[in-house]
Every structure is written in C-alpha cells, then in structure tokens.
C-alpha cells in the first residue's frame, strides 16, 4: 500500500505562489506516475499536473504551475504561480503504482482570494 504525504497549500491572494509536496512511501511496486488533481465545490475532481518522464499540463494552468520530482525521494513539487481565484480547490496527490492502482492523498486546501 502506498502511502502519500502532503504537504503545502493555504490561502493567497490572486496573483501569488504557493508550492505543494508530495512524498510517496511504501507498496511493494514501482511508481509509475505521480501528480496532483483538485475538487473545487460543486465539481469533479480534475487532473492538474502529472509527470511519468515527462510532465502533462491541464490547459487552465499551463505557463503557470511547473511540476517537477525528485526520483530517489518519490516525491513531486507543484509550484504555482500567478494563481488565480478560480485555482481555489482541494488538491489532491496522486501516485499509479504497479499495474495501474491509483493511491491518494489526504487533501489539501488551496484558497486564493480576489
């Protein structure tokens, strides 16, 4: 069983930065990919960022967020930058390990105000 550790988030107003961690440990497989989605109130959860060797970038926060991992550690960084309000949402860890499980974070809140 991976497990995924979080940290980062809090509250920032519009055109400010924040960087996420995510640390992964555990399971008995390889990870594969990691990476970040979020849930915004009344939405579904959406795909943000991940990285396998390359990173994928969702249209909303490309030339803004920048992903990056440390492969020894298994931990990924998302530094977001000119955050905007509608960026306001629980950001969620992700890792896929072994043939395709996907393990979750525990959440973290991410709040810009205008």
């Known amino acids: 069983q991976v497990q995924l550790v979080e940290s980062g988030g809090g509250l920032v107003q519009a055109g400010g930065s924040l960087r996420l961690s995510c640390s992964a440990s555990g399971g008995r497989f390889s990870i594969n990919a990691m990476g970040w989605y979020r849930q915004a109130p009344g939405k579904q959860r959406e795909v943000v960022a991940t990285?396998?060797?390359?990173?994928f970038y969702a249209d909303s926060v490309k030339g803004r967020f920048t992903l990056s991992k440390d492969g020894a550690r298994n931990t990924v960084y998302l530094q977001m930058n000119s955050l905007k309000p509608e960026d306001t949402a629980v950001y969620y860890c992700?890792?896929?390990?072994?043939?395709?499980?996907?393990?979750w974070g525990q959440g973290t809140q991410v709040t810009v105000s205008s």
């Open positions: 990285i396998t060797s390359s990173p």
């Open positions: 992700n890792a896929v390990a072994g043939r395709g499980d996907y393990y």
